[in-house]
């Protein structure tokens, strides 16, 4: 697969470090609430696995569909990277996009199924009032170490 990438500084796509043939990297990414003057931004970070440095950066506010194909291509450049996704509100239809284009090396979270009495695995991240101190403290660690 061939990318482009545009040396416009101020365009979407920022690459810091191009992937290294070998190299292992972590993407995550939220999906945007909104488009147009209204919402936020979809976003995607990656970060190399090995040294935790930033080699890469999409920021923009484009649809579902659309941020699917982005992230496909950026997972795909970066040697299949790991995918973190925020799997809330647009992030839900972008779970389902990326799995239908064949993007299995994401996260999968535990959650308790009430019905069956057993945990089940869930793809993508889920952030919420339970799962956000989770967050917060592994990033908090994560910068001190």
């Not at 992937?19 to 945007?32: L, R």
């Amino acid at each position: 697969m061939k990318f482009w990438v545009s040396g416009d500084p101020e365009g979407p796509f920022r690459v810091y470090a191009p992937p290294k043939p070998n190299g292992m990297y972590v993407i995550g990414c939220d999906a945007c609430e909104g488009r147009g003057t209204t919402g936020d931004n979809a976003v995607v970070q990656v970060l190399d696995a090995e040294t935790w440095e930033q080699v890469a950066v999409w920021c923009d506010r484009v649809d579902p569909d659309e941020f699917a194909s982005v992230l496909v291509n950026i997972h795909r450049w970066y040697n299949e990277g790991f995918v973190v996704l925020e799997a809330m509100g647009g992030g839900q239809e972008v779970a389902r996009l990326i799995g239908q284009m064949g993007v299995w090396n994401r996260y999968r979270r535990q959650e308790w199924d009430k019905i069956g009495n057993q945990f089940v695995l869930k793809w993508d991240w889920k952030t919420n009032s339970k799962s956000r101190p989770i967050m917060v403290a592994g990033l908090r660690k994560a910068i001190r170490t």
